[in-house]
């Protein structure tokens, strides 16, 4: 079985487990960071793709490998591939459910913890020189504590469960939102609060998305949504940029309305150093992070470990698990 895979040899190397060097395959790395006509003709009897969580796989590409019936992403996220396509096609998309959720969770507190506790502003003001002045006036801000914030999770997959997990210590109001209330145990084991959306967003000090990208929520982090948010709250993304309106909330920091963000996704990814928000005045509070919450060797073990699996069973004439197009 061919396998085209747009992803570095070198991370594959790594987390490669040792039973694959027996399963009958070829393994072909692609140099482009997505597919593209050249690479695709010359491999038409590829029959699995292996790609980067934001690496787009289209219709046109699956039109172009007739024998395809895999794609895998490396990471949680799928929204790059045409689901619909494959699911016509009877092609299996699956993800790697689950893998990066306690690596995104330290990620997302760490950025919590950044914005509120100066982590980036601090830094710099040490290595100009300037200690004692940015202590001085630290002093005189009321800075908070994580444990005094109402912290509102807008999801609550596996990456918001292992936040609220990691956020429970700190002794922070825990609420949050999904389409789908949790059951009330699961609620309880994690001290988590269920509110409706609209009531989270005017409650909460920090606002963190942990949701999926799909037709109902690209974008909803949007004027209507900001207009109900608590003055100075502080927006963190460790899920996916396409979740923001990136102009929305730039003009919310402008006006004074959001009090800082904390990003470690955003849309377009590579994101231009011209991004709305990326290119704001020094005085707005920002935390940035070139998308590296599930960047951990602990998440790329569990990930590559379920792709190689997956293929496994797909060569054994098995269901792979995580499917995600409904096969």
Same mark, same amino acid.
């Given at each position: 079985m061919k396998i085209l895979i747009y992803g570095p040899k070198a991370r594959y190397d790594l987390y490669l487990p040792d039973y694959v060097k027996q399963l009958p395959v070829e393994l072909v790395f692609c140099t482009s960071r997505r597919p593209t006509p050249e690479e695709v003709e010359a491999n038409r009897d590829a029959q699995a793709i292996f790609v980067d969580a934001i690496t787009p796989v289209t219709r046109e590409v699956m039109d172009a490998l007739p024998r395809l019936k895999l794609v895998?992403?490396?990471?949680?996220?799928?929204?790059?591939?045409?689901?619909?396509?494959?699911?016509?096609?009877? &092609?299996? %998309?699956?993800?790697?459910? @689950?893998?990066?959720?306690? #690596?995104? /969770?330290?990620?997302?507190?760490? +950025?919590?913890?950044m914005a509120l506790r100066h982590g980036v502003t601090g830094h710099e003001a040490v290595k100009a020189g300037r200690q004692i002045q940015m202590k001085e006036?630290?002093?005189?801000?009321?800075?908070?504590?994580?444990?005094?914030?109402?912290?509102?999770?807008?999801?609550?997959?596996?990456?918001?469960?292992?936040?609220?997990?990691?956020?429970?210590?700190?002794?922070?109001?825990?609420?949050?939102?999904?389409?789908?209330?949790?059951?009330?145990?699961?609620?309880?084991?994690?001290?988590?609060?269920?509110?409706?959306?609209?009531?989270?967003?005017?409650?909460?000090?920090?606002?963190?998305?942990?949701?999926?990208?799909?037709?109902?929520?690209?974008?909803?982090?949007?004027?209507?949504?900001?207009?109900?948010?608590?003055?100075?709250? &502080?927006? %963190?993304?460790?899920?996916? @940029?396409?979740?923001?309106? #990136?102009? /929305?909330?730039?003009?919310?920091? +402008?006006?004074?309305?959001?009090?800082?963000?904390?990003?470690?996704?955003?849309d377009p990814e590579p994101t231009p150093a011209d991004h709305p928000l990326v290119d704001l005045p020094p005085e707005i509070s920002t935390v940035y992070s070139p998308h590296l919450g599930g960047i951990t060797g602990g998440s790329f073990r569990r990930a590559h470990?379920?792709?190689?699996?997956?293929?496994?069973?797909?060569?054994?004439?098995?269901?792979?698990?995580?499917v995600v197009n409904g096969l």
């Open positions: 895998h992403s490396e990471g949680v996220g799928f929204n790059a591939i045409d689901v619909e396509a494959a699911r016509e096609k009877g &092609i299996f %998309v699956c993800n790697n459910k @689950g893998c990066n959720a306690v #690596s995104v /969770a330290e990620h997302t507190v760490m +950025l919590m913890l006036q630290v002093m005189v801000s009321n800075a908070p504590e994580l444990g005094e914030q109402a912290v509102g999770l807008i999801g609550l997959g596996d990456i918001g469960q292992a936040a609220a997990r990691v956020l429970r210590p700190f002794g922070c109001e825990l609420y949050y939102y999904t389409a789908h209330r949790r059951p009330p145990e699961l609620e309880r084991e994690l001290g988590v609060t269920y509110l409706p959306l609209e009531e989270l967003t005017a409650r909460c000090d920090i606002l963190s998305l942990h949701c999926a990208v799909n037709e109902q929520t690209v974008h909803m982090i949007d004027e209507a949504f900001l207009a109900h948010v608590k003055p100075g709250a &502080i927006l %963190v993304n460790t899920a996916r @940029g396409q979740l923001v309106d #990136s102009l /929305a909330v730039r003009r919310a920091l +402008l006006e004074g309305r959001l009090g800082g963000i904390a990003m470690d996704t955003f470990r379920n792709m190689w699996n997956n293929l496994r069973l797909l060569l054994e004439g098995g269901r792979p698990n995580f």
